[in-house]
């Protein structure tokens, strides 16, 4: 590991434990951001509407058209309770508060008129009495709000049971309430808070507190205080956590179990609002009395008695994004609880979560830090797709509700950290590299290097090398004629052209020396048949050179070609950096690249433009090659054996070659012998060669003079060749 590895893994390790600790505190944005998710999973798959026995009475516009604006005398609301216990409601709430005395009462009236008989008031009837005695015996349950002033609590009507280590601090904190009216309040059967969000700056409602505490006794909600006196149940049984004070696991409510969460609190999973929930107060109150349809609806139901006008100002935002009464929801929430249908978030989310982030940015640091940011990233977005689809499943089948965001957003982060900290440090060295190599190797070459850790060993390394060498022929006469500038331009537009070719087929440029260009093959990183790609790099730059004397790239004029001779030959070479600590060249020596340089030099005498040894040629067979003799080179003690390139495999499978290599074999054999056959041969190898290429002409012109090539070969060439 480097110690920019280092580095990047402190830093990124840092990241992560931050991120961690974040999430472990669970700030507003987290909780936000999670809240935002579980409303998009129930938009998704919404509760199915299911026909339950629980019924919103609504004091909606058109009761208070029939009726008169709000509050109504209590009297009304007597007869409202009178007509439902009628038809069989097995609870009826009120989502209403009653803290103040009836303003419309007649007793209250009279005796705020000036001038009358204090006496006559004590013979007129009092609305909140005729409301008390309504109430009386009668399942109905009424709703207190909290207050910030005073210290008053209201009576609990029911009992409670622990099961586990006491629960009774796990609620939001109730510090007082609003008194209701004492004779409504000590004939009420149940009574119940009616806060929905108690504390949540959101106005989404997506959990309902169904207890509230004062640190020594548990107040109910108004939902679940309606179905313990529908059922008839006297005591709330509460399971508490098995080795810790202050949580909440469930409640039993009669003959029902309720999820909770930690602090006492319902899920709220919703259906969209639906009309067949609410009945209208004018419905229940019709003179007439209630329709049979009404009467069967409210026969056997849990009823909640609240409103829907919006200058009552009680509507409330469902996690659907639905703007529903407040007393919908109360009623929603005992349908969930009828149903069975419950989301939880159990006590052990938070930590999966927190171990997720910590474990997902360590394993995203690691594959950032010492793959790469693509494999890190292909990674993240694996984990992203895992960590929703985990959490969808969660909430389809089993109503858990995970958070996906979190540990997606962290991993993000730390992605984004880690690559950023590579591409500005631990990637330093590969664009050094690239920027090194950029001008000689190819593309493909590059990419190999920068992801092979042991592609590229500096200062020195015995190879197989192709070693090819590329000489304009006359430089010297074409430079004479030539200003200097011009000299430079003839060499730009040519080398130019010629060593594209030896990039494309995943060759490396050594050097240019003057006009000349040396290169190789199989360096720095190993090129699979690199005596091919050597020669169809040099085939390329004959068709290449053909074309720019074509079009007289060159501004020489018609007639002036330009010529160049190539020379190639495969062995061992040293290859690495050379030079001085501060100036050094990627380079090859040793007796390969001399011997290439030899063959090279050998196109003039032999009259051809692409030369190999025959080490290359062993490799390309399937090439349309042809024997140029044995010629001895300059510091070589053996002579060499070489041969001539005519062209690719297509011309090799062509019959003009086939009928010229008949040819060629024959005269090389007359040449071996001293044949007084050969000058005829020559003619007409002369004649076939013109079929196949126009520049083995000059190579027969002067073959005749190279009979020594071709004569009796010593035993150390014929030993070369057979290895």
Same mark, same amino acid.
């Given at each position: 590991?480097?110690?920019?590895?280092?580095?990047?893994?402190?830093?990124?390790?840092?990241?992560?434990?931050?991120? $961690?600790?974040?999430?472990?505190?669970?700030?507003?944005?987290?909780?936000?951001?999670?809240?935002?998710?579980?409303?998009?999973?129930?938009?998704?798959?919404?509760?199915?509407?299911?026909?339950?026995?629980?019924?919103?009475?609504?004091?909606?516009?058109?009761?208070?058209?029939?009726?008169?604006?709000?509050?109504?005398?209590?009297?009304?609301?007597?007869?409202?309770? !009178?007509?439902?216990?009628?038809?069989?409601?097995?609870?009826? +709430?009120?989502?209403?508060?009653? @803290?103040?005395?009836?303003?419309?009462?007649?007793? !209250?009236?009279?005796?705020?008129?000036?001038?009358?008989?204090?006496?006559?008031?004590?013979?007129?009837?009092?609305?909140?009495?005729?409301?008390?005695?309504?109430?009386?015996?009668?399942?109905?349950?009424?709703?207190?709000?909290?207050?910030?002033?005073?210290?008053?609590?209201?009576?609990? =009507?029911?009992?409670?049971?622990?099961?586990?280590?006491?629960?009774?601090?796990?609620?939001?904190?109730?510090?007082?309430?609003?008194?209701?009216?004492?004779?409504?309040? +000590? &004939?009420?059967?149940?009574?119940? *808070?009616?806060?929905?969000?108690?504390? !949540?700056?959101?106005?989404?409602?997506?959990?309902?507190?169904?207890?509230?505490?004062?640190?020594?006794?548990?107040?109910?909600?108004?939902?679940?205080?309606?179905?313990?006196?529908?059922?008839?149940?006297?005591?709330?049984?509460?399971?508490?956590?098995?080795?810790? @004070?202050?949580?909440? %696991?469930?409640?039993?409510?009669?003959?029902?179990?309720?999820?909770? $969460?930690?602090?006492?609190?319902?899920?709220?999973?919703?259906?969209?609002?639906?009309?067949?929930?609410?009945?209208?107060?004018?419905?229940?109150?019709?003179?007439?009395?209630?329709?049979?349809?009404? +009467?069967?609806?409210?026969?056997?139901?849990?009823?909640?008695?609240?409103?829907?006008? %919006?200058?009552?100002?009680?509507?409330?935002?469902?996690?659907?994004?639905?703007?529903?009464?407040?007393?919908?929801?109360?009623?929603?929430?005992?349908?969930?609880?009828?149903?069975?249908?419950? #989301?939880?978030?159990?006590?052990?989310?938070?930590?999966?979560?927190?171990?997720?982030?910590?474990?997902?940015?360590?394993?995203?640091?690691?594959?950032?830090?010492?793959?790469?940011?693509?494999?890190?990233?292909?990674?993240?977005?694996?984990?992203?797709?895992?960590?929703?689809?985990?959490?969808?499943?969660?909430?389809?089948?089993?109503?858990?509700? #995970?958070?996906? /965001?979190?540990?997606?957003?962290?991993?993000?982060?730390?992605?984004?950290?880690? %690559?950023?900290?590579?591409?500005?440090?631990?990637?330093?060295?590969?664009?050094?590299?690239?920027?090194?190599?950029?001008?000689?190797?190819?593309?493909?070459?590059?990419?190999?290097?920068? *992801?092979?850790?042991?592609?590229?060993?500096?200062?020195?390394?015995?190879?197989?090398?192709?070693?090819?060498?590329?000489?304009?022929?006359?430089?010297?006469?074409?430079?004479?004629? #030539?200003?200097? $500038?011009?000299?430079?331009?003839?060499? &730009?537009?040519?080398?130019?052209? /010629?060593?594209?070719?030896?990039?494309?087929?995943?060759?490396?440029?050594? =050097?240019?020396?003057?006009?000349?260009?040396?290169?190789?093959?199989?360096?720095?990183?190993?090129?699979?048949?690199?005596?091919?790609?050597?020669?169809?790099?040099?085939?390329?730059?004959?068709?290449?050179?053909?074309?720019? !004397?074509?079009?007289? @790239?060159?501004?020489?004029?018609?007639?002036?070609?330009?010529?160049?001779?190539?020379?190639?030959?495969?062995?061992?070479?040293?290859?690495?950096?050379?030079?001085? =600590?501060?100036?050094? &060249?990627?380079? +090859?020596?040793?007796?390969?690249?001399?011997?290439?340089?030899?063959?090279?030099?050998?196109?003039?005498?032999?009259?051809?433009?692409?030369?190999?040894?025959?080490?290359? @040629?062993?490799?390309?067979?399937?090439?349309?090659?042809?024997?140029?003799?044995?010629?001895?080179?300059?510091?070589?003690? &053996?002579? %060499?054996?070489?041969?001539?390139?005519?062209?690719?495999?297509?011309?090799?499978?062509?019959?003009?070659?086939?009928?010229?290599?008949?040819?060629?074999?024959?005269?090389?054999?007359?040449?071996?012998? *001293?044949?007084?056959?050969?000058?005829?041969?020559?003619?007409?190898?002369?004649?076939?060669?013109?079929?196949?290429?126009?520049?083995?002409?000059?190579?027969?012109?002067?073959?005749?003079?190279?009979?020594?090539?071709?004569?009796?070969?010593?035993?150390?060439?014929? =030993?070369?060749?057979?290895?």
């Amino acid at each position: 590991m480097t110690r920019a590895q280092q580095i990047g893994v402190v830093i990124g390790l840092a990241i992560v434990a931050l991120l $961690t600790m974040l999430r472990a505190g669970d700030p507003g944005i987290f909780k936000l951001i999670r809240g935002v998710t579980f409303d998009e999973y129930q938009r998704l798959v919404p509760r199915t509407f299911e026909p339950m026995p629980v019924r919103v009475i609504d004091i909606d516009e058109a009761s208070l058209q029939e009726f008169g604006q709000w509050p109504w005398p209590r009297d009304r609301l007597a007869l409202l309770v !009178n007509r439902l216990s009628e038809m069989g409601a097995s609870a009826i +709430a009120f989502d209403i508060l009653f @803290a103040e005395p009836d303003r419309l009462s007649p007793r !209250n009236v009279v005796r705020d008129v000036a001038g009358v008989d204090p006496s006559l008031a004590e013979t007129l009837p009092d609305n909140d009495e005729i409301f008390a005695r309504s109430i009386a015996e009668k399942p109905v349950v009424l709703g207190f709000g909290l207050s910030n002033e005073g210290h008053y609590r209201p009576p609990v =009507k029911a009992g409670f049971a622990f099961t586990g280590e006491s629960p009774v601090s796990a609620p939001p904190y109730l510090g007082a309430s609003t008194p209701l009216r004492p004779q409504l309040e +000590a &004939n009420a059967a149940g009574l119940g *808070h009616i806060s929905l969000n108690p504390g !949540n700056p959101s106005p989404v409602v997506r959990a309902v507190p169904l207890f509230l505490t004062d640190g020594e006794q548990l107040y109910p909600n108004l939902a679940i205080e309606a179905l313990r006196v529908a059922q008839g149940a006297s005591t709330y049984v509460l399971s508490g956590a098995p080795d810790r @004070a202050g949580i909440m %696991t469930s409640v039993k409510i009669g003959d029902f179990v309720v999820p909770l $969460t930690a602090a006492g609190e319902l899920w709220l999973y919703v259906t969209p609002d639906r009309a067949e929930r609410y009945i209208s107060a004018r419905q229940v109150l019709a003179a007439g009395g209630a329709s049979p349809e009404v +009467a069967a609806a409210i026969d056997g139901s849990i009823v909640f008695v609240g409103t829907s006008a %919006t200058g009552l100002q009680d509507i409330r935002v469902t996690a659907l994004g639905e703007n529903v009464p407040g007393v919908s929801l109360h009623a929603q929430a005992v349908e969930q609880i009828l149903s069975g249908h419950f #989301l939880s978030r159990p006590d052990w989310a938070d930590g999966l979560e927190i171990l997720t982030i910590a474990v997902l940015g360590c394993l995203l640091v690691g594959v950032t830090t010492f793959v790469s940011p693509a494999v890190a990233l292909a990674c993240g977005l694996l984990i992203t797709a895992m960590a929703l689809v985990a959490s969808w499943f969660s909430f389809l089948y089993a109503g858990l509700l #995970l958070d996906p /965001l979190a540990p997606i957003i962290s991993g993000s982060i730390i992605h984004f950290a880690a %690559t950023s900290f590579r591409i500005l440090v631990i990637d330093r060295e590969r664009r050094e590299v690239r920027r090194a190599f950029g001008h000689y190797l190819s593309p493909s070459l590059l990419h190999r290097i920068e *992801h092979s850790r042991d592609a590229l060993r500096l200062g020195g390394d015995d190879r197989e090398l192709t070693v090819m060498f590329v000489d304009v022929r006359s430089f010297t006469e074409i430079s004479e004629r #030539l200003a200097p $500038t011009a000299v430079v331009a003839f060499l &730009n537009t040519l080398l130019d052209a /010629l060593s594209r070719h030896v990039v494309a087929n995943e060759g490396t440029l050594d =050097k240019f020396i003057g006009d000349s260009i040396m290169a190789f093959w199989n360096a720095p990183v190993d090129v699979a048949d690199h005596e091919i790609k050597a020669v169809r790099a040099a085939l390329a730059m004959r068709e290449t050179l053909a074309e720019l !004397n074509a079009s007289d @790239a060159f501004g020489f004029g018609p007639g002036q070609q330009v010529g160049i001779g190539i020379g190639i030959h495969t062995g061992l070479a040293c290859v690495g950096n050379m030079g001085a =600590k501060t100036r050094f &060249n990627y380079s +090859a020596v040793g007796d390969a690249v001399n011997v290439a340089a030899r063959i090279e030099s050998c196109c003039k005498e032999v009259g051809f433009d692409i030369l190999i040894s025959d080490s290359t @040629a062993r490799s390309v067979q399937g090439m349309a090659l042809i024997e140029a003799g044995a010629l001895p080179l300059k510091g070589k003690s &053996n002579r %060499t054996q070489i041969l001539a390139v005519v062209g690719d495999e297509r011309v090799a499978a062509s019959p003009d070659f086939a009928a010229l290599e008949v040819v060629h074999r024959q005269l090389t054999e007359a040449l071996h012998s *001293h044949s007084r056959n050969s000058r005829k041969l020559v003619a007409t190898a002369k004649l076939r060669a013109a079929q196949v290429i126009g520049g083995l002409a000059e190579f027969y012109q002067r073959i005749s003079g190279r009979t020594d090539h071709f004569r009796e070969v010593p035993d150390e060439i014929e =030993k070369s060749a057979a290895d």
